[in-house]
Antibody, heavy 116, light 110 residues
Framework: EAQLLESGGGLVQPGGSLRVSCAASGFTFSSYGMNWVRQAQGKGLEWVSGISSSGAGTYYADSVKGRFTISRDNSNNTLYLQMNSLRAEDTALYYC?????????WGQGTLVTVSS | QSALTQPPSASGSPGQSVTISCTGTSSDVGGYNYVSWYQQYPGKAPKVMIYEVSKRPSGVPDRFSGSKSGNTASLTVSGLQAEDEADYYCSSYAGSNNLVFGTGTRVTVL
């Protein structure tokens, strides 16, 4: 069974940067596309970014394009999201999600709060 | 990348059926057979209940079923149980390796 464990969330000032990580286990990580999905408190799910199984293809929602960078390390079964120029509206629980055309497994999320 | 449209709420009595709609466009729901449905309890991560329009992962009760017609997908929960009270979200592949989620529906068991 797939296990996804996010880490790296925290409090950051507007304009600041943060990198969140997702350690994957229980499946062949290098065979699956992966995504980051976020959820603001009391709000719905929002797709943020995706990456192909090899890492060659990266994809972004318009709301984060140019500010966020997704990457992966298949040798260490880890997914990353580098977030720069953070805004208050980026405050959310960030989920690591397995799958390219749909999410088959979810992590428990890591909370990112952007506030001064 | 507009969110898919779901009704904010739906309800039914135990044993009844409830159906939730998810309306998109020909660029997402209508263009691909990659609609999924997720159940989320408060404070918990979502869980996939249906994928590829109508497929159920192992362990998901057959009370949950999915379908699609044109640009609208639907999730039906038959034989409603107290444990089905949760938020439900749809998602669709939207081309160019993008995913789009629905606005969410809170299901209440009366």
């Amino acid at each position: 069974e797939a296990q996804l464990l996010e880490s790296g969330g925290g409090l950051v000032q507007p304009g600041g940067s943060l990198r969140v990580s997702c350690a994957a286990s229980g499946f062949t990580f290098s065979s699956y596309g992966m995504n980051w999905v976020r959820q603001a408190q009391g709000k719905g799910l929002e797709w943020v970014s995706g990456i192909s199984s090899s890492g060659a293809g990266t994809y972004y929602a318009d709301s984060v394009k140019g500010r966020f960078t997704i990457s992966r390390d298949n040798s260490n079964n880890t997914l990353y999201l580098q977030m720069n120029s953070l805004r208050a509206e980026d405050t959310a629980l960030y989920y690591c999600a397995k799958g390219q055309t749909s999410v088959k497994s979810w992590g428990q999320g890591t909370l990112v709060t952007v506030s001064s | 990348q507009s969110a898919l449209t779901q009704p904010p709420s739906a309800s039914g009595s135990p044993g009844q059926s409830v159906t939730i709609s998810c309306t998109g466009t020909s660029s997402d729901v209508g263009g691909y057979n990659y609609v999924s449905w997720y159940q989320q309890y408060p404070g918990k991560a979502p869980k996939v209940m249906i994928y590829e329009v109508s497929k159920r992962p192992s362990g998901v009760p057959d009370r949950f079923s999915g379908s699609k017609s044109g640009n609208t997908a639907s999730l039906t929960v038959s034989g409603l149980q107290a444990e089905d009270e949760a938020d439900y979200y749809c998602s669709s592949y939207a081309g160019s390796n993008n995913l789009v989620f629905g606005t969410g529906t809170r299901v209440t068991v009366l």
